[in-house]
Antibody, heavy 118, light 110 residues
Framework: EVQLVESGGGLVQPGGSLRLSCAASGFTFSYYWMHWVRQAPGEGLEWVSR????????RYAHSVKGRFTISRDNAKNTLYLQMDSLRAEDTAIYYC???????????WGQGTLVTVSS | QSALTQPASVSGSLGQSITISCTGTSSDVGSTSHVSWYQQYPGKAPKLMIY???RRPSGVSDRFSGSKSGNTASLTISGLQAEDEADYYCCSYVTLSILFVFGSGTKVTV
């Protein structure tokens, strides 16, 4: 059974940084692309970033490009999202998701809440 | 990249069928087979219901079906049940930009 467990969320001031983690199990992590998707309170879903199975290719939404960095450690079966220069509009629940079947989000974690506020 | 357009809400009675539309452009929905649909209950993570426009993952009820025509994708729920009451989101891969765009979301009320 695929399991994804996010951690690292919390309260941070505008301009600050935070690193999210997503521990994966139940599948061969190093074989698959992975995503981060976020959801602001009371709002819809927004795709954030995507990383290739070997970490060799990354993609970002325009809203976070240049501020967020996605990475992975296949030896630890863990996905990361380094978030810098955080803004109030980055406040959201951040979900990690698998892409086992190509260009979709087939398994989701429970999410971790990031609040950017002074 | 603007969000795909979905109706804010759709309602139906038990046993009825409803259809949720997802309208994009020729740059997203109209130019890819990679359109997917997600169900989300309040306070819970989304769940994949349909992918590649019309394919159902293992374990998803066959009451859920998807289709696409031009720049519009659709999700149909037949034999509506109380447990179908949730938010539904479509998502399209945007080939030229190499990114993804979600729909605005539809609240289904039974």
């Amino acid at each position: 059974e695929v399991q994804l467990v996010e951690s690292g969320g919390g309260l941070v001031q505008p301009g600050g940084s935070l690193r999210l983690s997503c521990a994966a199990s139940g599948f061969t992590f190093s074989y698959y692309w992975m995503h981060w998707v976020r959801q602001a309170p009371g709002e819809g879903l927004e795709w954030v970033s995507r990383i290739r199975y070997d970490g060799g290719t990354t993609r970002y939404a325009h809203s976070v490009k240049g501020r967020f960095t996605i990475s992975r450690d296949n030896a630890k079966n863990t996905l990361y999202l380094q978030m810098d220069s955080l803004r109030a509009e980055d406040t959201a629940i951040y979900y990690c998701a698998t892409d086992l079947d190509w260009l979709l989000f087939d398994n989701w974690g429970q999410g971790t809440l990031v609040t950017v506020s002074s | 990249q603007s969000a795909l357009t979905q109706p804010a809400s759709v309602s139906g009675s038990l046993g009825q069928s409803i259809t949720i539309s997802c309208t994009g452009t020729s740059s997203d929905v109209g130019s890819t087979s990679h359109v997917s649909w997600y169900q989300q209950y309040p306070g819970k993570a989304p769940k994949l219901m349909i992918y590649e426009g019309s394919r159902r993952p293992s374990g998803v009820s066959d009451r859920f079906s998807g289709s696409k025509s031009g720049n519009t994708a659709s999700l149909t729920i037949s034999g509506l049940q109380a447990e179908d009451e949730a938010d539904y989101y479509c998502c399209s891969y945007v080939t030229l930009s190499i990114l993804f765009v979600f729909g605005s979301g539809t609240k289904v009320t039974v």
